[in-house]
């Protein structure tokens, strides 16, 4: 189990995946759908710029 203080980040492009993992009520959880490989180009550009 990890500790309260760690962040998950479920990201799919299917909606249902990212409804289970929140319908569970997890407080640590953040669920985002979109497509895997533009958030992480998005991410990626944005750890770069920081």
């Given at each position: 189990?990890?500790?309260?203080?760690?962040?998950?980040i479920?990201?799919?492009?299917?909606?249902?995946?990212?409804t289970?993992?929140?319908?569970?009520?997890?407080?640590?959880?953040?669920?985002?759908?979109?497509?895997?490989?533009s958030f992480l180009?998005?991410?990626?550009?944005?750890?770069?710029?920081?």
């Amino acid at each position: 189990m990890l500790p309260s203080t760690v962040k998950t980040i479920c990201i799919d492009i299917n909606p249902t995946t990212v409804t289970k993992l929140m319908d569970r009520g997890s407080q640590q959880t953040l669920g985002l759908v979109t497509d895997v490989s533009s958030f992480l180009t998005i991410l990626k550009s944005m750890l770069i710029t920081n």
